[in-house]
């Protein structure tokens, strides 16, 4: 067959349809127009999705490795300050062995005080430097229970009721911060 007469055929089959079949045909090619445009969006959107759910995993592992690295440099800050007070801790240490040393070959007792004061002072100076560290010695102050700690309490003709008059272990601080409230005896 020719060209011509497949042509002709087509016609001749459309001119013989009823206008009811006419209609549904028509009615067809938009819903097949429709189907395409649905099937075009779908794949559109489920590019988006997948576009999202990637830069999602991506956001996922940029804040875990984030989240890994703050980890890693808050121990290597931490091992970095512990290193400084152990560093600052062996002078201190050297002169109490020189201290001993010297109480082993010398009896002393003068030279051997002023060796050991001369540590604690360099140890209360270490403690200064280091954390801004300092000790306190509440005698004759007001009892307060956020920075000491009664471990006894004796009546006292010399003072009125809740004030220190003897300290078991000086208290520390850092700044505002309490380190170790000081066992004190409080007056009743």
Known sequence: ??????????????????????????????????????????????????????????????????????????????????DRVLMGLFPIIDNLERSAQYEKDETDAETSAKGITLVLDQIQKFLKDTDDVVAYDPIGEPFDPELHEAMAMHPSNEHESGIIMEVFEKGYRSGDRILRAAKVVVSQ
Do not use: C, H, P, W
């Not at 395409?36 to 490795?65: C, F, G, P, S, W």
């Open 1 to 82: 067959m020719t060209d011509k007469t497949s042509k002709t055929k087509k016609t001749s089959t459309k001119s013989k349809l009823t206008s009811k079949e006419k209609a549904l045909t028509k009615k067809i090619e938009k819903l097949e127009e429709t189907v395409e445009k649905l099937t075009d969006e779908i794949v559109d959107q489920q590019l988006r999705v997948q576009a999202a759910e990637e830069k999602m995993l991506r956001v996922v592992a940029e804040y875990e490795n984030g989240k890994k690295r703050v980890e890693r440099e808050k121990e290597r800050s931490l091992s970095f300050a512990k």
